[in-house]
């Protein structure tokens, strides 16, 4: 196969080391949530990968990797790898990642719910991570390096409009699934009544 490259191995690295760590590290030191006392004891034989977690992994990846080849595809209409397609895929990735660790921050609560602002770790690591990204795009002797170069503010919002879409679909499905646990559980406290009422 012949397919092209869309990611030179600086810009791999790059994603890596300094766009993948520090905000996965954050995510650690997530305030705890105290609604946890109030749930039912987990069933031990439960698997920890559970069906709706494999099904968030599953479904993030997949608007990742279609969004980014995507941007490739349609930037490099003439056939040719120049530093301007390798900088928007580049770029559109780099801004996939931290919109999903941003809907990472709780498998089932939105991130309103949690509080945007209560992990400020979160916030200077991802904060910290878009400077840099801003600098290898914009400051020249990174540019040589990285072989990027500089994007139209046009392609800034572009970007952030088509990758902010794994964020919004991963809050839209932990809306479902609050909105389906609760119907369950209304359903059976009302059949739980029901049968006191009768006895």
């Not at 105290?34 to 559970?50: A, G, M, N, Y």
């Not at 910290?128 to 990174?142: A, C, D, H, R, T």
């Not at 902010?164 to 679909?169: A, E, H």
Request: one cysteine or more; glycine letters at 4%.
């Amino acid at each position: 196969m012949k397919a092209s490259n869309p990611l030179n191995a600086m810009q791999i690295l790059w994603i890596n080391i300094i766009m993948d760590g520090p905000p996965a590290q954050s995510l650690g030191v997530e305030p705890v949530d105290h609604e946890v006392l109030r749930r039912r004891p987990r069933d031990t034989k439960r698997r920890i990968i559970s069906r709706s977690l494999l099904l968030s992994v599953l479904l993030s990846a997949a608007i990742i990797i279609t969004g980014t080849l995507w941007v490739f595809n349609r930037e490099m209409s003439d056939n040719k790898i120049t530093p301007r397609d390798t900088t928007m895929t580049f770029t559109c990735f780099v801004l996939f990642d931290m919109f999903n660790a941003l809907s990472c921050r709780s498998q089932t609560k939105s991130v309103f719910q949690v509080g945007f602002f209560s992990n400020k770790m979160f916030l200077i690591a991802v904060t910290l991570s878009l400077v840099g990204q801003m600098l290898v795009i914009y400051f020249p002797p990174l540019q040589r390096v990285f072989q990027t170069e500089a994007l139209t503010g046009h392609d800034l919002i572009f970007l952030v409009c088509l990758t902010s879409s794994v964020f919004i679909v991963s809050e839209f499905k932990k809306l479902v699934e609050r909105t389906l646990k609760k119907r369950t559980l209304g359903t059976f406290s009302t059949k739980a009544h029901d049968a006191l009422d009768f006895v």
